[in-house]
């Protein structure tokens, strides 16, 4: 297990677009319980399968198992809830830290987000200046709960 | 994936008891869902995480994944749904099919059902005298099922 350390924003330009290298994303939920969330992801060649407990704070335990392309598309297609999260992720470095700007198409079409990773809790960050927002903690845009409640529902 | 092709039964006497080898298992889900099960699983010093689809008639596609024992542990202590199942298997070959006899203990004491995989739902075999009734198929004997209504509640 890891313990995954995030804070999520909104974002309030499109300025990041240019500034990094963006993959293709399709995932779905074998559980979307808040208390252990089971998410299988097929990003390009590769897939896994993540599980994820309650979040406390900014921090949430996880396990995560790489898995064969095949099984994780079979999972994706004939198991998974519905609908599936189709998302594009753009990565981007700003003053020496990782941000992850996830773009979402569908039902969710319109959200965009951005995440950083950090070490502690307490850790400081420079904000880049298309970052808005912070919405960390706010289940509606957990991808999860994204499913039931999508975006262009809201 | 693979499919598999199962038959379960009720046992009528203890006569299986002293004819195999018998490991000890516990094991958690993550979703107990009937379209999409994931359970956490450790026998002995191997743990694995399996996810089922639904049932059609003696058939379910299953996926399989070894995963390390101290992340089953954890899984199971702090993730899995409550109560957790508790269970003895022993396999017993008969007449060249190997049974599998699982005995419950803790909320499912006095439960005993006898399984075997088949390579094809027409498959035919000899039933050893101490199998009973037939239960493919009945849900209430789905370890899923068990932890939300224990055998010892029926």
């Not at 089971?38 to 897939?47: L, M, N, P, S």
């Not at 598309?73 to 753009?90: M, N, Q, V, Y």
């Not at 700003?94 to 992850?100: F, S």
């Amino acid at each position: 297990m890891s313990v995954e350390i995030e804070r999520k924003f909104l974002v309030r330009s499109n300025a990041w677009k240019t500034l990094g290298t963006t993959v293709s994303m399709r995932q779905g939920y074998l559980s979307t319980h808040a208390d252990r969330t089971v998410r299988v992801r097929v990003e390009g060649k590769t897939a896994t399968l993540t599980i994820k407990g309650r979040s406390h704070g900014f921090s949430r335990g996880e396990w995560e198992y790489p898995i064969p392309l095949d099984e994780a598309d079979a999972l994706l297609s004939e198991l998974c809830e519905r609908p599936l999260i189709e998302k594009t992720r753009t990565c981007v470095t700003h003053e020496g830290m990782l941000w992850e700007i996830d773009e979402f198409f569908g039902d969710n079409q319109g959200l965009v987000v951005a995440e950083i990773e950090l070490e502690s809790e307490a850790q400081t960050f420079a904000l880049p200046d298309w970052i808005g927002e912070e919405v960390t903690g706010d289940v509606r845009y957990f991808n999860a709960s994204l499913l039931r409640h999508p975006f262009t529902r809201w």
